[in-house]
């Protein structure tokens, strides 16, 4: 029983469409993330979400629109895509915004061609 | 710079040698620290946090230099399933986000 799950695993795509990746967790958690590890291997922050409510929302280009219907959900949209958007997109979630041990998706990998 | 700096490897061992990776962070603020480890196409996991006094986990041992603004962590007798890249992470003040290095990658060879 997966505690986060996230989907696609794989996304390939051309450029300027637009795509989403949804995220779940059954852990009974509050704080959702994304992270973008890039190729050079760097995972960054991207938004959390604590109850449904943004708290962290990175320089990001708006593009990337999350989404949570609920604590259990956080859903990533992007509009547009650019080559620059190909990376591993991983969810997470912790008990509390802040806490310091974070569960992750397998990840999702956005290929832009 | 960046925030949290490590070595990216790839650290080639054989089975049975003792290895150890060295992270540095920038902000002195920073209050907590750990290792994560991350396996080839997958998620990263938490390892071991890291305290002021050192803490060991079976064959791991992570140490924390607040002077010197460093973290270690030791692997002994290294084993094959060792094999992966190790992520520092440390956390500050502004919301206890999580701020990962870039990983040193570990290949233990038979």
């Known amino acids: 029983d997966t505690a986060v799950s996230q989907t696609p695993k794989y996304l390939v795509t051309q450029m300027g469409n637009d795509k989403s990746i949804k995220c779940e967790q059954n852990?009974?958690?509050?704080?959702m993330y994304w992270y973008k590890q890039d190729s050079k291997k760097f995972l960054k922050i991207m938004f959390s979400?604590?109850?449904?409510?943004?708290?962290i929302n990175e320089t990001v280009p708006n593009r990337f629109s999350p989404k949570s219907p609920d604590k259990a959900h956080l859903n990533l949209h992007i509009n547009s895509l650019e080559l620059g958007d190909s990376a591993v997109y991983f969810c997470?979630?912790?008990?509390?915004?802040?806490?310091?041990?974070?569960?992750f998706g397998a990840g999702s990998r956005l290929t832009v061609l | 710079r960046k925030e949290v700096e490590q070595d990216p490897g790839p650290f080639n061992v054989p089975e049975g040698a003792t290895v150890a990776f060295n992270c540095t962070y920038s902000?002195?603020?920073?209050?907590?620290f750990f290792w994560y480890r991350q396996d080839c196409r997958k998620e990263p996991k938490l390892l071991m946090s890291?305290?002021?006094s050192g803490n060991e986990d079976g064959r791991f041992t992570a140490q924390l230099n607040r002077a010197s603004q460093y973290i270690s962590l030791l692997i002994r007798d290294s084993k094959l399933s060792d094999s992966a890249t190790y992520l520092c992470?440390?956390?500050?003040?502004?919301?206890?986000?999580?701020?990962f290095g870039g990983g040193t990658r570990l290949m233990v060879k038979p």
């Open positions: 997470a979630s912790s008990f509390l915004p802040g806490a310091n041990v974070l569960t």
């Open positions: 852990l009974g958690h509050d704080t």
């Open positions: 979400y604590n109850n449904k409510e943004l708290i």
């Open positions: 902000n002195s603020a920073s209050q907590s």
């Open positions: 890291v305290y002021s």
């Open positions: 992470v440390v956390t500050h003040n502004a919301g206890n986000m999580l701020t």
